[in-house]
Nanobody
Framework: QVQLVESGGGLVQAGGSLRLSCTTS????????MGWYRQAPGKQRELVAR???????NYADSVKGRFTISTDNAKNTVYLQMNSLKAEDTAVYYC????????????WGQGTQVTVSS
């Protein structure tokens, strides 16, 4: 059974940092494309960052240079380091897993709230 469990969200002041963690079970990080998405109130869910099995990464333009996605295969964990946070980063952040032959993630975590106060 595949499980993705996010942690590390919370309330932080603008300019601050948070590190989100996604602990996984039942999947292989060396095969799947792992990602972080976010959804703000009244908005569609959007891609924040993703990392491919070979280590290449993609970021939304709005977070480039501020966020870093990484994996620890030994711990089956995906991280999102978020620096220089802005009020517009406020959202529920979701961890995702996507099999490489799929066009979109097919496994999701329950989400963790990130609130940035200005």
């Amino acid at each position: 059974q595949v499980q993705l469990v996010e942690s590390g969200g919370g309330l932080v002041q603008a300019g601050g940092s948070l590190r989100l963690s996604c602990t996984t079970s039942g999947i292989s990080l060396s095969i799947n494309i792992m990602g972080w998405y976010r959804q703000a109130p009244g908005k569609q869910r959007e891609l924040v960052a993703r990392i491919h099995s070979i280590g290449s990464t993609n970021y939304a333009d709005s977070v480039k240079g501020r966020f870093t996605i990484s994996t620890d295969n030994a711990k089956n964990t995906v991280y999102l380091q978020m620096n220089s946070l802005k009020a517009e980063d406020t959202a529920v952040y979701y961890c995702s897993a996507q099999r490489p032959w799929k066009n979109y993630p097919d496994k999701w975590g329950q989400g963790t709230q990130v609130t940035v106060s200005s």
